[in-house]
């Protein structure tokens, strides 16, 4: 981010909003840290007029698919619960998920032991895997995480261990079979054939295509209609009028093509005069 912002300078502004003590950054980060590092004294802003819970509904949808992993959106999503007292139902309604996601992503963070959610913040236990760990008492889930970790189980195989658990009606034999599970004495079963994917035929990936075409052109018409490119600055709206220049000649041999592969052949062929 440093080299990018030394060779091309800012190519988008910081979003921030006023919490009453001062702004807080709601996207930007990365940016605000390297020109520090590079000891800028101003970078360029886009002030958003919000309280505190919807700055929060701004990160998430911000950085949605990019940037926040499992448990931040679950930190996200639990202080928007506990401190500004939205309901699961009005999260997912202003996030566009579903109520279910909201409920894994509280259970991530609120229904397991700091120790497990250390291991998914180092990537040795997958989230769904942990959150199928949350069912289990607190004083299961270390014992159980290990039996995760050390064979490599799966998410279905994680779920068939605390079913295994859950059965059970004491502490004892709970922890006897997590042992079990750990050591290697429960046999996993083999897992069976990979369902084949179906083949695609050529026109099959020409309807794609076209279906991809037609959304990424209504979408880039739409931004480059809502947003002028001098609201990106100077440096980001040269670039963007560069790339957009080089479009313009792609769009127009596609629209030959088209035509030519769209318009009925005429019949050009002329009878050949006889020999003599």
């Not at 894994?104 to 760990?133: F, H, Y």
């Not at 658990?165 to 079979?177: F, G, M």
């Not at 600055?233 to 629209?255: C, F």
Request: hydrophobic letters at 45%; a positive charge; charged letters at 25%.
């Amino acid at each position: 981010m440093a080299a990018s912002l030394g060779r091309y300078g800012q190519l988008s502004p910081l979003v921030v909003f006023d919490d009453g003590q001062g702004l807080q950054v709601i996207d930007g980060f990365k940016r605000l840290h390297a020109a520090r590092r590079l000891r800028w004294a101003r970078l360029e802003v886009r002030h958003c007029e919000v309280d505190i819970a919807e700055a929060k509904i701004q990160v998430a949808m911000l950085h949605r698919g990019r940037g926040l992993t499992e448990l931040e959106e679950g930190w996200l999503i639990r202080s928007l619960y506990r401190d500004d007292r939205l309901s699961q139902s009005a999260i997912a309604e202003r996030l566009g998920r579903h109520k279910s996601w909201i409920c894994r992503r509280l259970l991530l963070v609120e229904g397991l032991l700091d120790e497990v959610q250390a291991n998914v913040r180092m990537g040795l236990i997958v989230p769904r895997a942990a959150v199928t760990l949350a069912a289990l008492p607190r004083g299961n889930q270390i014992a159980a995480m290990r039996a995760v970790i050390q064979r490599g189980l799966t998410v279905r195989q994680t779920e068939m261990l605390v079913a295994q658990a859950l059965v059970l009606d004491n502490a004892t034999a709970r922890s006897t079979l997590l042992t079990r599970w750990s050591s290697g004495a429960v046999t996993l079963p083999q897992p069976g054939p990979r369902p084949t994917r179906a083949i695609r035929s050529e026109s099959d990936w020409v309807a794609a295509d076209i279906t991809t075409l037609h959304r990424v052109a209504a979408r880039l018409d739409a931004r480059l209609l809502g947003t002028p490119l001098c609201a990106f600055g100077p440096t980001a709206a040269e670039l963007i009028a560069a790339n957009l220049e080089t479009l313009v000649s792609v769009l127009t041999a596609l629209e030959r093509t088209i035509v030519r592969t769209t318009t009925p052949k005429r019949d050009t062929a002329r009878k050949e005069p006889s020999a003599a």
